[in-house]
Nanobody, 127 residues
Framework: QVQLVESGGGLVQAGGSLRLSCTHSGGTFSNYALGWFREAPGKAREFVAA????????YYADSVKGRFSISRDNARNAVHPQLHNLKVEDTAVYYC????????????????????WGKGTLVTVFS
């Protein structure tokens, strides 16, 4: 069973940067496309970014395009979103998820084909 663990969240001033991580166990890491969602208090979980199985393709929500980037290291079973130029509205719990299909993330919403979710890591941006 796929298990995902997020880390790297924290408190950061607006305009700052954070590097999140998601590590994977169970199954073959390169069999999965990886995606990130976030959930702010009182709001629905929203799509942030995704990367395909070998890291060659990425997909971003319009709200983070140009500020966030995502990469993966299949040798270390890890995926790393880089969050730059953070805004107060980026404050949320960030979750990692996996799917055997990269196209699943084009739905930009949680989907039954997303096999596993981590417990999340909190990012708090202050002005």
């Amino acid at each position: 069973q796929v298990q995902l663990v997020e880390s790297g969240g924290g408190l950061v001033q607006a305009g700052g940067s954070l590097r999140l991580s998601c590590t994977h166990s169970g199954g073959t890491f390169s069999n999965y496309a990886l995606g990130w969602f976030r959930e702010a208090p009182g709001k629905a979980r929203e799509f942030v970014a995704a990367v395909d199985h070998d890291g060659g393709l990425t997909y971003y929500a319009d709200s983070v395009k140009g500020r966030f980037s995502i990469s993966r290291d299949n040798a270390r079973n890890a995926v790393h979103p880089q969050l730059h130029n953070l805004k107060v509205e980026d404050t949320a719990v960030y979750y990692c998820t996996a799917s055997t299909s990269y196209a699943t993330f084009f739905t930009t919403r949680p989907h039954p084909d997303m096999l596993s979710w981590g417990k999340g890591t909190l990012v708090t941006v202050f002005s």
